[in-house]
């Protein structure tokens, strides 16, 4: 059984629970810890219009976000040490935590769910703004 929004086939999302999947292939992703992954999270939000794209939060540990965003759009772009990128290559295989869309997923839930299969959270923008993020902090600022 596959899992559907609206139209949309999303397979990669479980039925229940939640599922390591194979970065690179459907998705790549970001993970941002604690307030900071919250705080991009909010600014990704806001910038949207609501629609960021999905995004999956932990709550446990240190608390982090994963932001999921075109598949091999992360590995040629420089991120800032708070974002850690998870693909897939010759020398690398990372693996994201997704979880069902309802029932027990704890300690992941959804923030921002699928809105499409090729919907995803938009990689510049992202990347910008956690580089903004990122000044903010060494200048003292709370927000970009």
């Known amino acids: 059984m596959d899992t559907q929004i609206g139209e949309a086939n999303l397979d990669w999302i ?9 970065a690179g292939v459907q998705f790549d992703a970001v993970r941002i810890e604690g307030d900071a992954g919250r705080c991009v999270a909010d600014l990704m939000e806001e910038l949207t219009g609501g629609d960021p794209g999905p995004i999956v939060a932990d709550s446990v540990g240190r608390r982090p976000v994963y932001f999921l965003v ?8 420089p991120w800032p040490e708070l974002a850690v990128p998870f693909n897939s290559g010759p020398d690398r295989v990372s693996y ?3 979880p069902a869309l309802c029932g027990r997923t704890w300690p992941l839930s959804w923030r921002c769910v ?3 299969p090729d919907r995803f959270v938009h990689t510049p923008l992202l990347n910008s703004v956690v ?12 927000r970009p």
């Open 131 to 142: 580089w903004r993020l990122r000044e903010a902090g060494d200048s003292g600022g709370r």
């Open 96 to 98: 994201v935590p997704v």
């Open 14 to 22: 479980p039925l229940s629970g939640f599922h390591l999947r194979k």
């Open 70 to 77: 075109p598949p091999r759009s992360t590995p040629h772009r």
């Open 114 to 116: 699928p809105s499409g």
